[in-house]
């Protein structure tokens, strides 16, 4: 059994579901899903969680991300990037420096932006692109998000090539918009690559085609898909961890509520609502837990009363 986080560089043309698709049936896998979608034209880093890994997506969903875009000015499209129709196109502008700069630093920070149609955002039960390509546009409601930087790399008259850091949820069309909006000539998406979704980087995904090559896996050749696979807990590096004495783990394997009496680190804050990953003494990951009592709580019920219900049990890892 597979289990873990596999690192893949998406290529153009492929959706995040295909490129899934590709990855169960090449290496048998049984159940599959991958964190944060990226669209056929974007490039760059997928998280692709395998088999019992699938249990933490719901976890990992907010974790920021970063990439690398490029803009085209002077062009609009009704999908916000190059793959959408031409609706407005303007050859005679002229954008300084000083102008991109300052509608840079305007859509840097936190604030709210309109998702574009072209999404699969749901809105009154029905997902914006669908009704998109039935040629409906409806008033969409504006989404918090942050950008915490970007950076300019290369401009010239009709491009801008930049890094972006920013929350879940936003949308580098939308935020390509703003910035033609605001300078006045319209712009365009030309370019996506994710380079990073939380602490995991590009720099340690494997290429898709690199990895359903006939010779992948064999002796001496590029390597066993175990070898790229990313441990689950590593995927919960946000969450606070609480071990438990190493008694205790057929129990808590098997459901079983934890107790005070068997948490391992006496010290623990217990706080309501506080989500944590649950480990072995020897650092083994047990599941995901809930705190349902508060400090103040345990002191007035038995000592060693219930303090977290399990959210996700995970299975003792088998080998591979």
Known sequence: MLNGILLIDKPKGLTSYKVVEKVTRNFHIKKAGHLGTLDPMATGLLLVCLNEATKIVQFMMNKDKEYEATLLLGTVTDTGDITGKTIKENKKFEVSQAQIRTAFKKFTGTYLQTPPMHSAIKQNGKKLYKLAHKGEEIERKKRKITVYSLEINFFSKTKIKFTVACSK????????????????????????????????????????????????????????????????????????????????????????????????????????????????????????????????????????????????????????
């Open 169 to 320: 949820g936003t949308y580098i069309r939308s935020l390509v918009s703003d910035i033609g909006e605001e300078l006045g000539c319209g712009a365009t998406l030309a370019d996506l690559r994710r380079t990073k979704v939380g602490n995991f980087s590009i720099k340690n995904a494997k290429p898709l085609e690199e990895l359903l090559e006939p010779t992948f896996g064999e002796a001496d050749k590029k390597g066993n898909i175990k070898d790229y696979l990313i441990d689950i807990k590593i995927g919960l590096t946000d969450l606070p961890e609480l071990k438990i004495k190493n008694d205790f783990l057929k129990d808590t394997f098997c459901g079983t509520p934890i107790y005070k009496k068997t948490i391992s680190d006496r010290d623990f804050k217990l706080s309501k609502g506080l989500i944590v990953k649950v480990l072995s003494e020897d650092g083994q990951l047990i599941s995901v837990s809930k705190c349902i009592r508060d400090e103040e709580d345990i002191e007035k019920l038995a000592q060693n009363g219930i303090v977290f219900n399990h959210m996700r049990v995970f299975k003792p890892r088998d080998e591979g």
